[in-house]
């Protein structure tokens, strides 16, 4: 992160200062627009999953709007594809997550992702979706300075980062898709990827025309939600926890949401039988539908702390929002474990802003926990492949995140934990990267 951090400032100081401040842009989530959704789909920078989109296209007959990082747009057929009808939009240059970044890092960022979509499609970007769907307000100044001005777009997820097939993905998509409504499916996320043939064939059976973003939008005016909550405040006294500075040689392993109580306990199992305790960021739904398991990770050792009640994108969520999401979990834990979990919050998609720092210290919260290694175990990534990144990605201090509905994540931890520590490395809860425990 600070690598691309200085990268990014460097592009800022070519690019000059933002212009006068404007009025912040709109996230547009739909449109009204009667039997009609825009597809969008997100990183298919790969040459190979690129064509199977456009070949489902053509078979299908429908248009959609990419989302690709101006960096991978020159090696793919792009001028082709909108010659066709497809739209590219802005998706920056890098695929950075842009919360700690500032504004001018962030529109040098969007400047060169619209340049390259220029170069690649021939026409100027007429949409912005932000990698990693944040949309924080440096975010939202860096969009507003841009030349032609483009929409800022939102819309809906299809769930990936729970369900693990594309019959569930196909589920969830049926009852959150209405008119107007813009879809995003994200290419890295295997089950998502799989369910983009029967997404396109169940939105066409239940009567929807599929057209790019900009199409729907010329159908009417957009449906923005109200604006985020300001951006994360310099000197907040919460600690933000990326990965530990201390020195010492440990590793913290982390877990998130909840999963299929099967696949829960075979992480458990392999974790019993190496002597490692984890912590468990989970969510109060999950809590209260899965007692038992929730009651091994007490009795086992392991730390339970707060991943929210329902998995909302927080950066959406006004302050009282957010505080009952963060109760409602905690209340969960109490009831299930009989304690309220550690005092280490995780936001769902590491999505966060200021208002979530300062409700964080005032409810007595220890840490904001973000995490420095990503085992992407959500996307369908084999077992070795997953144990090959997070051992060459772990230093000292590290935070790696894994999930509990991961297909393949008991199975790599079975090669990660012996290889971490063949290089020297103890194993440990977030608490203990603090040098004791989470402050139950």
Known sequence: MQIAIIGATFLALLAGPLPAAAALPAVVDRVPAAKTVALTVEDADGAAEFAAVLKLCRDEKIKVTFFIKGEALAALPVKQAAADGHEFGNHGWRHEYWAEFSDEAIAADLAAGARAAQAAAGVAPRVIRPPYNYYGDNFRRAAAGLTPAAAVVRGVDTGDWLVD???????????????????????????????LPAIVRDLKERGFALATVSELLRKGQPVAPAPPAAAPQAGSPLTVLRRSESGRPCVALTFD???????????????????????????????????????????????LANHSYSHPRFSWLDAAAMRGEILAARAALREVAGRDGALFFRPPYGAYNGTLTSLLAELGYRALVMWDVDSRDWSGLAAATIARQVTEEA??????????????????????????????????????????DGGY
Do not use: C
Request: proline share 3%; charged share 20%.
């Open 165 to 195: 097939s594309p019959a569930a993905v196909v589920e969830q998509l049926r009852g959150a898709v209405s008119d107007g409504a813009i879809i995003n499916v994200n290419m890295k996320a295997k089950a998502a990827a799989e369910a």
């Open 257 to 303: 949401d909840g999963g299929p109580e099967w696949r829960v306990n075979e992480i458990l199992d392999v974790l019993k039988e190496a002597g490692v305790k984890g912590t468990f960021f989970l969510l109060g739904e999950w809590v209260r539908a899965n007692p038992e398991a929730v009651r091994r990770m007490a009795a086992e050792g392991h730390e």
């Open 395 to 436: 230093s000292a201090g590290s935070v790696v995140l894994f999930h509990l509905h991961g297909a393949h994540t008991a199975e790599a931890l079975r090669e990660i934990i012996p290889s971490l520590r063949a290089k020297g490395y103890g194993l440990t809860t977030v608490g203990g990267l603090f040098g004791g």
